[in-house]
């Protein structure tokens, strides 16, 4: 009696791009039986999909590109878009050079998760108890979630993750002979290859996406050098913009700066926390960050110039302490006052 060998079928998978080719397809007239000889299906499992075009387009619409290619299957759709909102707290994070590890996933995960499942509302059509989606933010969640989106975990070695020595010291260089060719005022440039000193210990490694392969702070200061031309143009204004603060350089004093600052705060609560567009919201706080960096620094220099300068107050009573007796004219008052003659106590 013969043995029939123990051969193990394997699962085919079709990823959602692939179903939603389909899809267009059958849209478009053409037949389930050629379709299916087409992409080597059954004629089935074409019509299948048909009948589950409306749940395909959803999950494909509420989730990204990359990951269409790299899932088979409809997912819960509260969850796609929690993870949409997480690929782009990933990514505002990675724009902030801020690192993130598998932990920090996971309870940003669950705070999305929570926000917009609130954000739904209770019908009597829900699904019943056992089709209920549970989300707990486990570590195979984690892994498949990596993977759908092309996230690779880098470590951070000093500066950058993975540094080039030599163009470092050739930019080194050739930086200090552009400084002495160009005759530039050190006040013109500041250095912030220091700043990671006064930062909070952060973690060693992070995730990235798969199309960036270092975590490179060199990057982030590439998009600051000015060329040749942008620094003599810089230069150029450099002597007008000094002398249109130094006319009224406490116009804007600080109190106005820090109310502003403060209502700046005040907007960015109020929509990060009731925008239930969680998208739209990270968005907001990026742009209104990067609008109110420029108030920032200027409340610091305007506060550091305040500290350093005595007031006119201060000058006045200091003037008063020195001459007790003084008279004052007010001829250039818009009211009309009796000038004031200060004599002696002493009568003659």
């Known amino acids: ?23 267009d397809r059958l849209r478009n007239g053409e037949g389930s039986t050629f379709l299916g000889k087409m992409f080597g ?26 990951s269409a290619k790299s899932s088979s299957y409809t997912r819960d759709a509260t969850k796609v878009k929690m993870e949409k909102a997480l690929m782009l707290w990933l990514e505002d994070n990675a724009q902030k050079r801020i690192p993130v590890d598998g932990n920090n996933i996971k309870q940003q995960a669950l ?11 209770s019908t009597s059509t829900q699904p019943t108890p056992e ?5 707990s933010a486990s570590t195979g969640w984690l892994t498949g979630f990596l993977q759908r989106h092309a996230l690779h975990n880098i470590k ?7 540094a080039d020595q030599k163009a470092a010291k050739e930019f080194s260089q050739k930086f200090k002979e552009i400084i002495a060719d160009g005759a530039y005022s050190p006040n013109q440039f500041f250095n912030s290859d220091e700043t990671a000193l006064f930062r909070k210990k952060i973690p ?4 990235v996406a798969k199309s960036q392969k270092s975590a490179d702070i060199h990057e982030m200061l590439a998009d600051k050098v000015h060329s040749e031309d942008d620094i003599l143009h810089a230069s150029e204004n450099a002597d007008s913009i000094e002398s249109s603060y130094s006319e009224d ?16 705060n005040k907007l960015e609560y109020h929509f990060v926390t009731n925008d239930p567009n969680v998208e739209r919201a990270a968005q907001f706080q990026r742009e209104l960050n990067s609008c109110m960096g420029r108030y920032k620094e200027l409340y610091n220099e305007v506060a550091t110039i305040g500290q350093q300068r005595p007031t006119v107050t201060n000058v006045e009573a200091e003037q008063a302490r020195e001459s007790p007796v003084q008279n ?9 006052r009796k000038r004031i003659r200060v004599t002696d106590d002493v009568s003659n």
């Open 1 to 23: 009696m013969s043995e029939t060998p123990n051969i193990k079928l394997r699962r085919k998978v079709i990823s959602l791009e692939t179903k939603i080719e389909i899809l």
């Open 204 to 207: 060693r490694r992070t995730y």
């Open 249 to 264: 350089p406490f116009k804007l004093d600080v109190n106005l700066i820090q109310e502003g600052l403060q209502l700046a």
């Open 156 to 162: 951070i070695k000093g500066e950058i993750a993975s």
């Open 328 to 336: 004052y004219s007010r001829d250039d008052s818009d009211f009309k």
């Open 41 to 66: 299906l059954n004629e089935a499992t074409v019509r299948t999909i048909k009948k589950n075009e409306t749940s395909i387009r959803e999950s494909v619409i509420s989730g990204t590109k990359l």
């Open 111 to 121: 705070r999305f998760y929570k926000m917009i499942k609130d954000e739904q509302p």
């Open 131 to 135: 089709k209920t989606y549970l989300f």
